[in-house]
């Protein structure tokens, strides 16, 4: 069975259920090996012992979806070849630039707009601004783009309800 075969939705769906084995097997392992284990510097404190895996795995996720989102934008570019295609009369390179848009214009403001007061995390202080922000940008990005995407989901419902409506 080669790959090149596969559905979309095959393909899609296999990623999706070997990613979730990936994430359950590495978030297990750091919680059933050594979490208990104390902080030397700070008994109070645990360290569990495959802290690095597990940041290194959430890097690396983030590293690779960054990339793939970066790579898709590229491609849906590269495929419209500068043309205001309309497929299905859906305006595609409309709605291409205005994500890439929004995203951007979301992490420049959420950044300029976020907090840099000292955070005090296990006795430790922390003021680095940019981190600060950057984190602060992160959060605040997450949680308008999914209000975001549970408001489109609820229009869509709404449109296809009324769509599906016989007129009288």
């Known amino acids: 069975m080669k790959i090149n075969n596969w559905s979309t939705e095959k393909l899609s769906h296999t990623i999706l259920y070997g990613m979730l084995a990936v994430m359950a097997l590495v978030f297990g392992l750091f919680y059933l090996i050594g979490y208990d284990r104390p902080f030397e510097e700070n008994p109070q404190f645990t360290a569990p012992l495959l802290t690095n895996i597990l940041l290194v795995f ?5 590293l690779l979806a960054l990339a793939l989102g970066i790579w898709t934008l590229m491609v ?35 950044f300029l707009l976020g907090s840099s007061s000292a955070l005090s995390i296990n006795g430790a202080t922390y003021r ?13 990005s ?26 009288n």
């Open 58 to 62: 959430i890097a690396l996720v983030f």
């Open 76 to 110: 849906s570019i590269r495929r419209r070849k500068g043309e205001g295609k309309v497929i299905n009369g859906v305006p595609v390179a409309k709605i291409t630039y205005g994500i890439a848009g929004f995203t951007v214009l979301l992490l420049v403001l959420t």
């Open 128 to 140: 680095d601004t940019f981190w600060l922000k950057a984190a602060d940008m992160f959060v605040t």
């Open 142 to 167: 997450a949680v308008v783009l999914i209000i975001v995407a549970i408001a489109a989901i609820i229009w869509s419902k709404v449109q296809g309800t009324r769509s599906n409506t016989p007129n």
